[in-house]
């Protein structure tokens, strides 16, 4: 059997690691750092304490902090066309998967020509380009362990994938201390997300051993910490777990693939606006229900190792439950909170999803009359 693994991230992981920022900037012959956060992590003080870090060590420093939620090509684009004459050597993303997304296709303009459209798919960018230290600051989409990105496409209103070995970054600071803070929806939405990273990598078509191992490892840890730390926050010990967790996780999407949660959550966030991390986590137990009729063994084992129970007595049905579960005990709305109804349901948005890259990784076949009911259902 041939097989592939990869991760493109040297992973430090570590309760109050964020420290070592300097240092790793100064590992890669850092002397001015391309800083990008969102508006939110500013509020609450991090961005102030990272560039307090880089300062105090005399490493100069251009920020952008307004990324977007669901970052754009003509973002990503505007970033670069800003920074691109500020002498920096080393980028740094603080924040959630958005603001990592947006600095690896920020990266690859480093050394690719524009525009990012060029590089939707698989192994499109042939240079790597300046040093990338992702710094998390949820435990949600493991984009810091991971060569995907995710890029709205503005004109064309869809979801880009950009997979590929020179996309990752080349350094996480993993510090689950930044995530104890987080309010209960922001910890909800990116932990059910890192579950479906886990779960989808596991059913994939192009799942191997090594990624089930990660997959295996990740959604249990998640599947066992999300609820403590939707509930208790300040529990550093499950906040730890669980971003651990969503690293496995990401390892394991980054190498298997996803399936149908991802294939109608990409569309889902281009023609609705919808974070694609709270998509994700709507459409999970839905997902786990449309495959377990396809892969009912599969399910146990997934079943199996997040403690549900054994081999012998678990059922694929009981699995599916058990999701449902969590997902009412983190909270979480459905589609419809969004002011999403079915009749929205277009005859392209049906095509982006079976056309959508997931959709070639999921276990059972997507047809064109599955998509209508499978959104209604996560309504």
Do not use: W
């Amino acid at each position: 059997m041939a097989m592939n693994f990869y991760c493109p991230s040297n992973i430090f992981f570590a309760p109050g690691s964020l420290n070592e920022l300097p240092k790793v900037v100064k590992m890669y012959g850092g002397t001015k750092v391309l800083f990008l956060t969102d508006p939110g992590i500013v509020k609450i003080g991090l961005a102030d304490r990272a560039l307090k870090l880089l300062k105090d060590d005399g490493i100069q420093y251009y920020v952008y902090d307004q990324v977007e939620s669901d970052p754009s090509d003509e973002m990503c684009e505007k970033i670069y066309d800003l920074a691109k004459n500020q002498n920096c050597n080393v980028i740094v993303a603080l924040g959630g998967g958005s603001t990592i997304d947006a600095a690896k296709a920020v990266n690859i303009l480093y050394a690719n020509p524009g525009p990012i459209s060029l590089y939707e798919g698989p192994d499109k960018v042939k240079h790597h380009g300046l040093p990338l230290i992702a710094i998390p600051t949820t435990a949600g989409t493991g984009s810091e362990a991971d060569s995907n990105a995710v890029i709205t496409n503005v004109k064309a209103k869809r979801k880009m994938i950009l997979v590929g070995i020179n996309n990752g970054p080349d350094y996480a600071i993993c510090d689950p201390e930044l995530t104890v803070t987080l309010p209960p929806s922001l910890t909800a939405g990116p932990g059910m997300d890192a579950l479906t990273h886990a779960m989808e990598a596991y059913l994939s078509k192009r799942a191997t051993p090594f990624s089930d191992i990660n997959a295996l490892k990740g959604m249990a840890l998640i599947y066992n910490n999300l609820a403590e730390c939707v509930n208790n926050g300040k529990n550093l010990e499950a906040r730890s777990n669980q971003m651990l967790g969503a690293v496995f996780a990401g390892i394991a999407m980054s190498n298997a693939g996803q399936g149908i949660c991802h294939a109608t959550t990409a569309p889902i966030g281009a023609f609705f606006h919808v974070p694609h991390g709270a998509a994700n986590a709507i459409c999970l137990p839905q997902a786990m229900k449309f495959n377990a009729v396809a892969v009912p063994e599969k399910m146990v084992e997934m079943g199996v190792a997040m403690g549900m129970g054994d081999s012998k007595t678990l059922t694929a049905d009981q699995v599916v439950e058990n999701i449902f579960k969590l997902s009412e005990a983190c909270h979480l709305p459905g589609l419809a909170s969004y002011g999403i109804t079915i009749d929205q349901i277009t005859e392209q948005f049906i095509t982006e999803v079976v056309e959508e890259y997931s959709a070639s990784c999921n276990p059972r076949e997507i047809r064109r009359e599955d998509v209508i009911p499978f959104v209604q259902a996560c309504l």
